[in-house]
């Protein structure tokens, strides 16, 4: 795992000495994604320049050291990742009469592009990846980003100047960088708490979406094409989907399932990994032990919040598991104590609030390993998320009546004030009283209007109108609202999984777990999302996904042969903290000073009036505006160390 940057300038440099002062800012930015050792690689004539930083896991000797240069001198790379088939891909290479300096997946990429093509390298690759590729010959510069967005990359062309990087530091280091902020994408975190793809929290730097090759030549505009496709991978599974039966079923998703774990526990350094006692990350776990000859490392924390805890969970599989494992019970204030520097770990706005326990678990765990596998991306892919269900029985719900008389009902309940509604619901015995009653009636009202696609947008969305507390801003409507994703998957159920998969996967949780890890130089390795098992899934019938009302169900069959039913079967919990009590008791200070008028009307990033409203509505315990405010904290704590 490694941080790349670098930047093109058609022209060649104007100064030899600052683009090389240039280039080490941009490396050393990165320290904490490779503190093993660091490099440039310039060429003055052309105008280009790299950076890296490592984190050796593989070959951890000089021949596996970046900025890397081919076995013919044509080509040069930055890396960050790591392909798991290269053990394979290698050998056909020496075929060809190359000799390899070293045993690095580096080298195999590099020279796989040199002499197959970037394409058709990149398709052959299973793994995580972001790189970027310069040819000294033809004066062409790709940027590769891997299938599901696992390693990020950002880009930035201005000024006929193409610069990249594995954050946005490492572009904010590079005193061209442009830095108006795109006020459109703070409405856009507003409703998700992150940026989507390609946007970012600045209007001239792009994430390059997964899946995706970008391709750039000076005097030419930046191309980018797809080479992996979820959609393709769908139409592919329904031409020719899984004929087994229910066990040949789960014999076949525990068999790739195998081989992404196996694949992904190579490594020259001490490897682990993350057990919250769920089903993903238990299936991981047992699937890693099953396969190794000496206890698995396994690692997980608890809190004292009943309500918050699942180590007591974890403790039990791993017992039964037979793993050596390590768990810690953070109080309060430890974790209090690294909210503050959230807004360094992650330098755009993000406010997904389980950033916490993962950055806790991922500094805990790098006190011991280098590497730790981790299980997410199994709700994207069997129906996992309990917003699933409670999107399909809503969207049956309120789709019953009649269209007409569904408007009526619509218009009777917004006729009713948000205050009044509250004060109807203080009649309901306190233990069957929601939170913030007359927002969730308005809420239905919307929802009465609306279709199951309306549905699930409400329920993944914090600011529902969010152009209306950001300042100056237009909402961009992306994925979520392209009426075309229907018509290639009419049922619901599909298109909530496909979507999550394409946005909320990458944007938020990948993006999480990738900076949270990378903050302490611990590489995290996600098996649930090989490309293999994305296609294997889709390949299934609902049934197997979701059965009896409950997701993963052939997950579920596969995790029963190794840990016992009773450890796995209860409700989901999560991965989070008390943010609301906290922010009505440890935080509230610096909450109070994050949210004050002056503050707000500084950053001038959103409207103080209705932050102020929820601030106090949330203090009074009147409603719960938890992930709300979570939301204007990290915006503002972030506008605060970086605008």
Same mark, same amino acid.
């Given at each position: 795992?490694?941080?790349?940057?670098?930047?093109?300038?058609?022209?060649?440099?104007?100064?030899?000495?600052?683009?090389?002062?240039?280039?080490?800012?941009?490396?050393?930015?990165?320290?904490?994604?490779?503190?093993?050792?660091?490099?440039?690689?310039?060429?003055?004539?052309?105008?280009?320049?790299?950076?890296?930083? +490592?984190?050796?896991?593989?070959?951890?000797?000089?021949?596996?050291?970046?900025?890397?240069? #081919?076995?013919?001198?044509?080509?040069?790379?930055?890396?960050?990742?790591?392909?798991?088939?290269?053990?394979?891909?290698?050998?056909?290479? $020496?075929?060809?009469?190359?000799?390899?300096?070293?045993?690095?997946?580096?080298?195999?990429?590099?020279?796989?592009? /040199?002499?197959?093509?970037?394409?058709?390298?990149?398709? @052959?690759?299973?793994?995580?990846?972001?790189?970027?590729?310069?040819?000294?010959?033809?004066?062409?510069?790709?940027?590769?980003?891997?299938?599901?967005?696992?390693?990020?990359?950002?880009?930035?062309?201005?000024?006929?100047?193409?610069?990249?990087?594995?954050?946005?530091?490492?572009?904010?280091?590079?005193?061209?960088?442009?830095?108006?902020?795109?006020?459109?994408?703070?409405?856009?975190?507003?409703?998700?708490?992150?940026?989507?793809?390609?946007?970012?929290?600045? +209007? #001239?730097?792009?994430?390059?979406?997964?899946?995706?090759?970008?391709?750039?030549?000076?005097?030419?505009?930046?191309?980018?094409? *797809?080479?992996?496709?979820?959609?393709?991978?769908?139409?592919?599974?329904?031409?020719?989907?899984? $004929?087994?039966?229910?066990?040949?079923?789960?014999? /076949?998703?525990?068999?790739?399932?195998?081989? *992404?774990?196996?694949?992904?526990?190579?490594?020259?350094?001490?490897?682990?990994?993350?057990?919250?006692?769920?089903?993903?990350?238990?299936?991981?776990?047992?699937?890693?032990?099953?396969?190794?000859?000496?206890?698995?490392?396994?690692? #997980?924390?608890?809190?004292?919040?009943?309500?918050?805890?699942?180590?007591?969970?974890?403790? *039990?599989?791993?017992?039964?598991?037979?793993?050596?494992?390590?768990?810690?019970?953070?109080?309060?204030?430890?974790?209090?104590?690294?909210?503050?520097?959230?807004?360094?770990?992650?330098?755009?706005?993000?406010?997904?609030?389980?950033?916490?326990?993962?950055?806790?678990?991922?500094?805990?765990?790098?006190?011991?390993?280098?590497?730790?596998?981790?299980?997410?991306?199994?709700?994207?892919?069997?129906?996992?998320?309990?917003?699933?269900?409670?999107?399909?029985?809503?969207?049956?719900?309120?789709?019953?009546?009649?269209?007409?008389?569904?408007?009526?009902?619509?218009?009777?309940?917004?006729?009713?004030?948000?205050?009044?509604?509250?004060?109807?619901?203080?009649?309901?015995?306190?233990?069957?009283?929601?939170?913030?009653?007359?927002?969730?009636?308005?809420?239905? /009202?919307?929802?009465?209007?609306?279709?199951?696609?309306?549905?699930?947008?409400?329920?993944?969305?914090?600011?529902?109108?969010?152009?209306?507390?950001?300042?100056?801003?237009?909402?961009?409507?992306?994925?979520?609202?392209?009426?075309?994703?229907?018509?290639?998957?009419?049922?619901?159920?599909? @298109?909530?999984?496909?979507?999550?998969?394409?946005?909320?996967?990458?944007?938020?949780?990948?993006?999480?777990?990738?900076?949270?890890?990378?903050?302490?130089?611990?590489?995290? @390795?996600?098996?649930?999302?090989?490309?293999?098992?994305?296609?294997?899934?889709?390949?299934?019938?609902?049934?197997?996904?979701?059965?009896?009302?409950?997701?993963?169900?052939?997950?579920?069959?596969?995790?029963?042969?190794?840990?016992?039913?009773?450890?796995?079967?209860?409700?989901?919990?999560?991965?989070?903290?008390?943010?609301?009590?906290?922010?009505?008791?440890?935080?509230?200070?610096?909450?109070?000073?994050?949210?004050?008028?002056?503050?707000?009307?500084?950053?001038?990033?959103?409207?103080?009036?209705?932050?102020?409203?929820?601030?106090?509505?949330?203090?009074?315990?009147?409603?719960?505006?938890?992930?709300?405010?979570?939301?204007?904290?990290?915006?503002?704590?972030?506008?605060?160390?970086?605008?």
């Amino acid at each position: 795992m490694c941080g790349i940057a670098g930047f093109i300038e058609g022209g060649g440099f104007d100064s030899h000495d600052d683009a090389r002062t240039i280039a080490h800012a941009m490396e050393r930015s990165l320290l904490h994604r490779g503190p093993d050792a660091g490099d440039i690689w310039l060429d003055g004539e052309m105008g280009a320049a790299f950076a890296h930083r +490592r984190l050796s896991i593989i070959d951890l000797s000089p021949a596996g050291a970046q900025p890397m240069h #081919s076995a013919d001198g044509r080509f040069v790379i930055v890396y960050n990742g790591e392909v798991y088939n290269a053990d394979e891909l290698g050998p056909e290479l $020496q075929t060809t009469g190359l000799t390899f300096r070293g045993h690095s997946d580096t080298e195999v990429v590099l020279e796989g592009c /040199a002499r197959w093509g970037v394409r058709r390298t990149v398709e @052959r690759l299973i793994g995580m990846f972001a790189f970027a590729l310069w040819d000294r010959r033809e004066r062409r510069l790709w940027l590769v980003r891997d299938r599901l967005g696992i390693k990020p990359l950002y880009w930035s062309f201005d000024r006929g100047r193409l610069m990249f990087g594995s954050e946005l530091k490492a572009l904010r280091a590079h005193p061209a960088c442009p830095r108006d902020i795109d006020r459109d994408a703070v409405a856009a975190y507003l409703r998700h708490n992150y940026i989507p793809a390609p946007r970012t929290i600045y +209007r #001239s730097v792009n994430k390059l979406e997964p899946g995706r090759i970008l391709s750039w030549s000076p005097g030419e505009d930046p191309r980018i094409e *797809a080479y992996w496709s979820l959609g393709a991978v769908i139409d592919d599974g329904r031409a020719k989907p899984f $004929q087994g039966s229910d066990d040949e079923a789960a014999d /076949a998703l525990e068999a790739v399932l195998k081989d *992404a774990v196996g694949r992904r526990m190579v490594a020259d350094v001490p490897l682990g990994a993350f057990l919250s006692g769920g089903i993903d990350s238990s299936t991981v776990v047992a699937l890693m032990q099953a396969q190794s000859t000496r206890q698995v490392r396994s690692f #997980s924390i608890g809190f004292e919040e009943a309500n918050y805890n699942e180590a007591t969970h974890a403790a *039990a599989v791993a017992r039964h598991l037979g793993t050596d494992h390590t768990e810690l019970y953070v109080r309060a204030q430890e974790a209090l104590d690294v909210i503050p520097s959230m807004s360094e770990y992650f330098d755009e706005p993000f406010a997904d609030s389980s950033q916490i326990p993962t950055y806790l678990v991922s500094r805990m765990t790098r006190e011991h390993v280098m590497v730790a596998l981790s299980g997410d991306g199994g709700d994207e892919l069997f129906g996992g998320y309990s917003r699933y269900f409670q999107a399909l029985k809503l969207a049956r719900w309120v789709s019953a009546p009649p269209r007409a008389l569904r408007g009526v009902a619509a218009d009777m309940i917004r006729a009713v004030p948000t205050a009044a509604w509250g004060r109807m619901f203080d009649l309901v015995p306190a233990s069957r009283r929601p939170d913030s009653p007359g927002h969730k009636m308005h809420a239905l /009202a919307d929802l009465l209007r609306g279709n199951s696609d309306d549905v699930y947008r409400r329920l993944i969305s914090l600011w529902d109108e969010p152009g209306t507390v950001a300042v100056d801003a237009i909402e961009p409507k992306g994925l979520l609202w392209d009426a075309s994703v229907a018509c290639r998957l009419p049922d619901a159920l599909d @298109r909530m999984m496909y979507l999550d998969t394409l946005t909320y996967l990458p944007d938020d949780i990948l993006t999480k777990v990738d900076r949270a890890s990378m903050a302490v130089s611990l590489e995290a @390795r996600v098996p649930m999302i090989d490309h293999r098992v994305v296609a294997f899934a889709w390949s299934l019938p609902r049934r197997l996904k979701v059965g009896g009302g409950e997701g993963k169900h052939l997950l579920r069959q596969v995790l029963y042969r190794h840990v016992p039913r009773a450890l796995i079967d209860r409700p989901k919990m999560g991965f989070g903290v008390p943010i609301d009590d906290w922010l009505r008791g440890p935080l509230r200070d610096w909450a109070e000073s994050l949210l004050s008028l002056e503050r707000l009307t500084q950053a001038g990033l959103v409207k103080p009036e209705p932050v102020r409203q929820c601030w106090r509505e949330h203090l009074s315990g009147a409603r719960n505006w938890k992930y709300h405010l979570w939301d204007i904290l990290m915006l503002q704590a972030w506008s605060e160390r970086w605008a």
